[in-house]
């Protein structure tokens, strides 16, 4: 049986989380602890050893749960700065999307799909049954899968901000290491928040510019 995209995202989803756990432990516990640990597992002291690498994987494997835990609306949310039926890009497909990419024949769409949609979940309808053709297109299938993995990582990226938040509060940790990894969270967001928006109008593009070039009727 076959992976789905989901499947063949986690590893890099895993990974993504355990990278920031391990990251912003360094950053929170502050560099002279960081150091002193680096110096004891040098020295072969394994008990400290199987604390470094056991504590990231289980803060990345709870993170990891409740990052899909996260109503995948939410996700979106924090994606497209957007609530309801206007949130997706597909809600845009026949408005926006399918004027502005030069690859999508629209006049001929339009002669093979009638009038095009106005509604933002009229839009998204029509797109998604268009899709279901054409989900196996090797074009589609890597711009979703992208798309897929980046909203992922945006709910980890959103579960680890609150978080930090939470630990620096109840902790006590120094204001300056809880900004300052605040700061690299947020930068990061940002630029998962472009590459989940890019790669979900790239998915919307693709499809329609497939459609239009395809001789079946829809």
């Given at each position: ?13 895993i990974?993504f ?58 996700k ?7 609530i ?32 095009f949609p106005?509604?933002p ?10 899709y ?58 940002l ?28």
């Amino acid at each position: 049986m076959s992976k789905t995209l989901k499947q063949r995202n986690r590893p890099q989803l895993i990974t993504f989380a355990i990278v920031n756990v391990a990251l912003l432990g360094i950053i929170e516990l502050g560099p002279q602890r960081a150091l002193t640990l680096a110096d004891e597992i040098t020295k072969g002291n394994w008990a400290t050893l199987g604390k470094v690498i056991a504590t990231p994987a289980v803060a990345a494997l709870v993170l990891g749960m409740i990052g899909w835990a996260v109503p995948r609306e939410w996700k979106e949310t924090l994606i497209f700065w957007r609530i309801g039926d206007r949130c997706l890009p597909s809600s845009r497909a026949f408005s926006r999307i399918a004027g502005s990419d030069p690859r999508i024949d629209a006049s001929r769409l339009s002669q093979q799909i009638g009038e095009f949609p106005i509604e933002p979940a009229k839009q998204t309808a029509l797109w998604y049954s268009i899709y279901r053709r054409h989900m196996l297109e090797p074009a589609v299938e890597d711009a979703h899968r992208a798309y897929l993995l980046y909203r992922e990582m945006i709910g980890v990226i959103g579960t680890a901000l609150v978080a930090v938040l939470l630990m620096g509060l109840s902790l006590q940790i120094p204001w300056r290491l809880t900004a300052f990894s605040s700061f690299l969270l947020l930068f990061e967001y940002l630029v998962v928040m472009l590459a989940s928006r890019h790669s979900g109008e790239h998915l919307v593009a693709n499809v329609l510019a497939i459609a239009s070039a395809s001789t079946d009727a829809l």
